[in-house]
């Protein structure tokens, strides 16, 4: 699954939902049996969420957004499917969560492919299902580090703090994910998805007992006008940085 919505592979509404009906098809085809997920704009994997759906829109279009936002970390947390990214790019916040979702992570080795949860750094938060991600994967204390300072790691960092499971020279990223591909089709099919049912449902069932409460709140945090006027001096600090 090659991503594609230039120039930054935000994820709008569109895209989440053209993601959405890719991988559902994918599943419901016996054919498949697994992913690799990477991106087709050179440099960049994803800039994560899109700040233009959640900035200066109404609180309609926001739970919409958020309820896309959810499903698809739902959809590719819990995907029967073996999930691996082979991630050519620099990958923030919700890009990162998306990689997090994934069974395995693969990192091109250039010093400007940093990933991270870096929400603080536009003065919002990641949400609780966000930072379970990253604990799950990280651990507990480089998670509250990474979380509050807004880290986005570098190739060796990543790998050090295991955010990634392996860093390869970056013409390698894509065939270094299909070797590892094979280990994880080798194993019995139905015991592999039980064990990863197993690992990840507790995690995901928190937010589906809170989806709702989870959009409200949502909607009632980036509707304040402080927050709006953090994320458009965040996309404004974006467009200068051209100048
Ligand atoms: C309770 C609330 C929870 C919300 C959880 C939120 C999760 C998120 O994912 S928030 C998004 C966090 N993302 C970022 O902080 C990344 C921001 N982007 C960048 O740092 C850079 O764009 C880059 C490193 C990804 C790429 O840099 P570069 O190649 O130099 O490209 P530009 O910065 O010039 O960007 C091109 C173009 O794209 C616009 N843009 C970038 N990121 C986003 C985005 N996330 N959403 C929407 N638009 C984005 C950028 O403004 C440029 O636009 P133009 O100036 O109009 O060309």
Redesign the pocket.
Known sequence: MKMRNP??N??SLEFLTELLISLEKLESDKAFHAIILTSDCP??FS??????E?CGRDPTHYAEYWKAVQELWLRFYLSHLVVISAING?N????CLLALSCDYRVLADNPKYAMGL??T??G????FW?KDTLVNTVGHRTAERALQLGLLFPPAEALQVGMVDKVVPEDQVLSAARSELAQWLAIPGHARQLTKSLMRKPTADRLLKERDADIQ??VR??SRDAIQKALRV??EK??Q??T
């Open positions: 120039p930054v935000s994820l440099g960049i800039a994560g969420l899109d700040l233009m959640m620099v923030a916040a919700g890009g870096n929400e750094l536009l919002i938060i990641a949400p966000f709140n949502f945090f980036i965040y996309l974006l467009k940085k051209k």
